[in-house]
């Protein structure tokens, strides 16, 4: 399986750390499951600086994206999204958006990019708001399908608020199914509460 991260100058780090941090370590996934690969993908091959101000450099650009069952494309927020140098992507992602076993998860500004696309008009989403995204977004109808809520899942698409890297993380790794589901929800309560009730429950969950 493959996680394909785009990445774009002002991609907000924050966001998909926790997400990124759970696939690259593996520390919690089922027992004997296929490796998680993440590849970052780039517009090109040049570098960009996130937020935080941190360069990455992508492993391939998105022409050399080679998609199959299970993979998920994984759109962080960014300031850029709407610049209009994201057209591969956004193609990318409408050729795939209809294919039930390609997950697409975006967050925060990646949702403008869907929104003003048209992709967002028919299924069930989030975002940081829907005033956020009528004001950002001239091109999108789909009002009556927004949910007010920090992560929304329809079929094989993903969205979240910005104001939601757990939420995003948690429904993402539930979707993907690479967690026993005790194990899941003992991590999610554990960051959300940050009771250590639920450290011990996520030890123990590593035992069965």
Known sequence: MNIFLYVLDTL???EIAYLTAEINTGRYFKKNISPVKIVKVGNNMSGIK???GMEI???IDVDHIDLHNGDLILLPGADTWLNGNNHKIIDKI???LSNKDITIAAICGATTALADHGMLDTLNHTSNDLEFLKMFCKNYKGEKYYENKP???DGNLITASGLAPLEFTYEVLKKLNIMETDTLNAWYQLY?????RYFYDLMRSLEV
């Open 12 to 14: 907000a780090d924050w």
């Open 151 to 153: 992560a929304t899942i």
């Open 57 to 59: 450099f992508p492993d």
């Open 50 to 52: 996130t937020f935080g």
């Open 192 to 196: 959300t509460t940050r009771e250590p």
């Open 94 to 96: 409408s050729e795939n």
